[in-house]
């Protein structure tokens, strides 16, 4: 939701990439702006980190996804039997 408003209102201001890219940055999330900045490719445009940010958004809920699916594996064994 974040990239979608900050793409809207972007083409408003007029501000070049560069500034854009620096605002689109401080208004992320820290986890994920730590995950970008520590990643192999640093984004150079504000596309980039918009793509990046959005992939790292789905990364994290897929691994939720999983992680809950697993606890709820977990969870059958103690179930009594008959279930």
């Known amino acids: 939701m974040y990239s979608s408003k900050f793409r809207k209102y972007a083409k ?3 501000f ?7 605002k689109y940055q401080r208004g992320l999330n820290n986890r ?16 980039g980190w918009i793509e990046g940010s959005l992939h790292l958004n789905r ?7 999983v992680q809950l699916g697993t606890h709820n594996i977990q969870t059958w064994h103690h179930w009594p039997k008959g279930y």
């Open 16 to 22: 070049l990439d560069e500034d854009l890219s620096d």
């Open 32 to 47: 994920i702006l730590y995950c970008i900045h520590h990643s192999k490719m640093m984004p150079s445009s504000l596309d």
């Open 59 to 65: 990364l994290s809920k897929q691994l939720c996804q």
């Open 12 to 14: 408003k201001t007029g």
